[in-house]
């Protein structure tokens, strides 16, 4: 789903990475923090209802949730460089869904054994761990955007960024990655490009490098918001699971 903050620029959109619940039980939408910006509200939970959240093919239905956490990019034009996500509180109306276009997610990417996420107290748990990129892994992201469903290997997972040749380009901010689970389909015309696996992240940017298309990880979002619950009981989207309904 592509999101829009104000209804007098829709084509200032970015995209929707993962929905499902929190461990207060509030339904919750995890998108790109760079995609917003204001100094005052940065780094802190937003509990007033300041920046709605509108579905930018559904505008005049309403705003689907409010924004209630985004990270400050501390000068980069591409996000903070570990912690750029937002936290979006979905109405209660809001019907949520495991299953996209063309992307199923099958829960919340476990990595037993990887390296924790620069985020994560310590102990990790499996879900701030982060997939390895050296040669002999084949870990593979499918992403999935305005360039249609695309999948690639991981090559660099450093401060739990991914570097991928899965593509994308402006306005898919946010927007989901998932893990392609080995021996699984490929998205293809044969399968109508669809592809099941575990959220493993959300699109972040196109850099400089090879490949140049990066990817925060889902392990980097979990550790910070549990980092952050921790210091602050309470904070949206902390114990964030993937959405069970089909």
């Known amino acids: ?131 390895g990129a050296a040669l002999f892994n084949n870990n593979e992201l499918v992403v999935s955007g305005q360039l249609g469903v695309n999948y690639g290997r991981v090559t660099n997972a450093a401060q739990g960024i991914y570097q991928s040749w899965a593509p994308h380009k402006g306005g898919d901010s946010g927007g989901p990655a998932i893990w392609h689970v080995p021996g699984s389909a490929y998205p293809s015309s044969a399968n109508g490009f669809q592809a099941a696996g575990p959220w493993a992240g959300i699109t972040k940017a196109i850099a400089l490098g090879v490949p140049p298309y990066v990817y925060t990880s889902s392990a980097n979002i979990l550790a910070d918001l549990r980092a952050r619950n921790a210091a602050q009981p309470g904070v949206y989207g902390a114990g964030f699971q993937v959405t069970t309904n089909p």
């Not at 998108?31 to 505008?59: F, L, M, T, W």
């Not at 869904?97 to 990887?114: A, D, F, M, N, R």
Request: negative net charge; contains cysteine.
């Open 1 to 131: 789903m592509q999101i829009i903050f104000r209804t007098d620029t829709p084509n200032a959109f970015c995209t929707i990475g993962a929905v499902g619940t929190d461990a207060y039980q509030r339904k919750i939408a995890i998108s790109a923090g760079h995609c917003v910006n204001g100094k005052e509200y940065a780094d802190r939970d937003i509990p007033e209802n300041i920046q709605p959240v509108y579905d930018r093919n559904a505008i005049a239905s309403g705003p689907i949730g409010h924004l209630r956490y985004f990270k400050d990019p501390e000068g980069s034009m591409v996000g903070h460089a570990t912690k750029d996500y937002m936290i979006i509180e979905l109405e209660p109306t809001v019907v949520l869904s495991s299953q996209g276009p063309h992307l199923k997610q099958t829960g919340v990417l476990e990595v037993p054994g990887g390296q924790p996420s620069p985020n994560a107290l310590s102990p990790a748990p499996n879900s701030e761990r982060l997939l």
